[in-house]
């Protein structure tokens, strides 16, 4: 027991500096880290498990059902790109304000959030089932894809104001640290997803067999129920973040400025890892439709990376702001330090499950040999980038609790919009061409994952190495 706590302390621990006034030990920052870390992470791998069933179900109906629904994922992150941005200047303003201790205007911060975010969701309702067709078409869709994507793009579009109200509301929540509201919130509309999959994708229990509609209809019934379970937990009184319906709020200028500050920067992250995925994404859809349906499976065991990664970086946003509002850069600093140390372990978890997973993972989402084959090669490419793709989520999360989106957006910018689609690109076509036997056509766009993420690990460390984020004002 002495031995294993040494060997623990080898791994985990390292010299700290501490602010005036802070008594916790390294003991307690790991303790809350992780309690906010890992109701984050399971919401975020049970969702992947949840979407990847979802995947597996669509699956079954062929691979142009698999790309005529995955062609739409970039599309509707278009889309929601405003409220998510919006969102991350929630996440941030309001981990500030409890740092702060004031109650009152974490609780302002959300109310002016969600009347934002209602305009926006109008605005992606309207948008997205008028304009289905051209969106998907820039996506990449064909002939063989376009009627089923235009029938899922419609019907997840009628969901997007609840969309839009339960992010700002799981926002406000991770910025309190409240991370257990969000997994409920977020694991029980994917179960209610899944189920109405069953029923509507191949008509049981009494339902129709709508097919890739019923797939689109089942996810807007799951996000309308996730807005439901969100709004529950703020009208509950007594929480730190309970609203009273009906009561009016006014629009003050230090939060705005503080959510158009952090906002407008993720904005330009989003509008760079959007327009670089949407290459990505074409880029794939053009080798072939069973290039573009390998791509899909092995994205959703390596969306397990960022998922988990994710699940650090939420607890790393919600300290380090809540740090920096309590005037304590030092042990914003030392949340970061924790969160590497986390990250490491998980990062060997999920390169042992892809290695030892490459064969059968992919007979769970296709029967064609072809698919199956080829994204268990890709599986193995993909092992290269899972620590530097933790690392770099992680990371970046503390630049946004910090305020520093500006520097994230900078570096999205040069890595996934200019350098990624023009990795993809060499790789796919080009060394495809002259090297067929060697399946660049598949590995192609993991090759460019992996040099993504070392890329952005680099570039992010060194930010945050400087150390001057601690410093942004909010």
């Not at 405003?82 to 109650?103: F, I, N, P, W």
């Amino acid at each position: 027991m002495e031995f294993s706590g040494k060997f623990l302390n080898l791994l985990l621990g390292f010299r700290r500096e501490k602010d005036p006034g802070d008594e916790e030990r390294l003991e307690d920052l790991y303790k809350k880290a992780l309690s906010i870390a890992w109701p984050a992470a399971l919401e975020g791998l049970l969702m992947t498990l949840m979407n990847s069933f979802d995947t597996m179900m669509v699956g079954k109906l062929g691979s142009a059902a698999i790309t005529s629904v995955g062609l739409c994922a970039q599309p509707r992150m278009i889309m929601l790109l405003l409220a998510q941005s919006l969102c991350v200047g929630t996440t941030a303003v309001v981990a500030r304000r409890k740092g702060e201790d004031d109650q009152d205007a974490a609780l302002s911060c959300l109310k002016q959030s969600l009347a934002l975010i209602t305009g926006l969701g109008i605005l992606m309702t309207v948008l997205g089932y008028f304009l289905a067709s051209p969106l998907l078409q820039l996506a990449g869709a064909g002939e063989d894809t376009l009627p089923d994507g235009i029938l899922y793009f419609r019907a997840i579009s009628m969901a997007f104001i609840p969309n839009c109200w339960a992010l700002c509301i799981c926002a406000a929540m991770r910025g309190i640290g409240k991370t257990k509201v969000t997994m409920v919130v977020n694991m029980t509309a994917n179960v209610v997803n899944v189920l109405m999959n069953y029923c509507l994708i191949g008509g049981h229990l009494g339902f129709p067999a709508w097919g890739v509609r019923g797939a689109g209809i089942a996810t807007a019934i799951g996000t309308c129920t996730s807005c439901i379970i969100a709004l529950y937990m703020v009208l509950k009184k007594g929480g730190y973040l309970s609203l009273v319906p009906f009561t009016g709020f006014s629009f003050d200028k230090k939060t705005m400025k503080s959510l158009v500050s952090v906002g407008s920067g993720s904005i330009a992250e989003s509008v760079f890892m959007r327009v670089g995925f949407l290459l990505n994404g074409k880029l794939i859809a053009g080798i072939s439709t069973a290039a573009y349906a390998t791509t899909q499976i092995v994205q959703q065991v390596s969306s397990l990376t960022f998922c988990l990664g994710d699940g650090v970086s939420s607890a790393c946003t919600s300290l380090v702001g809540q740090s920096l509002g309590a005037r304590q850069p030092k042990k914003a600093m030392t949340y970061v330090k924790v969160g590497e140390r986390i990250s490491i372990f998980m990062s060997v978890f999920i390169m042992l499950f892809a290695f030892f997973g490459r064969f059968w993972l992919p007979t769970l989402f296709s029967e064609e040999k072809e698919v199956i084959q080829s994204a268990a090669v890709c599986f193995l490419v993909l092992l290269a980038g899972i620590y530097p793709q933790n690392m770099r989520v992680m990371i970046a999360g503390c630049l946004r609790g910090a305020g520093d989106v500006k520097y994230v957006a900078l570096v999205s910018l040069i890595s996934v919009a200019i350098m990624r689609p023009l990795l993809t690109w060499f790789f796919s076509y080009p060394m495809n061409s002259w090297l067929p036997g060697l399946m660049f056509g598949y590995i192609g766009a993991w090759i460019s994952f992996d040099v993504d993420a070392v890329l952005r690990w680099v570039l992010l460390q060194i930010r945050c190495n400087k150390g001057e984020w601690v410093n942004i004002k909010l």
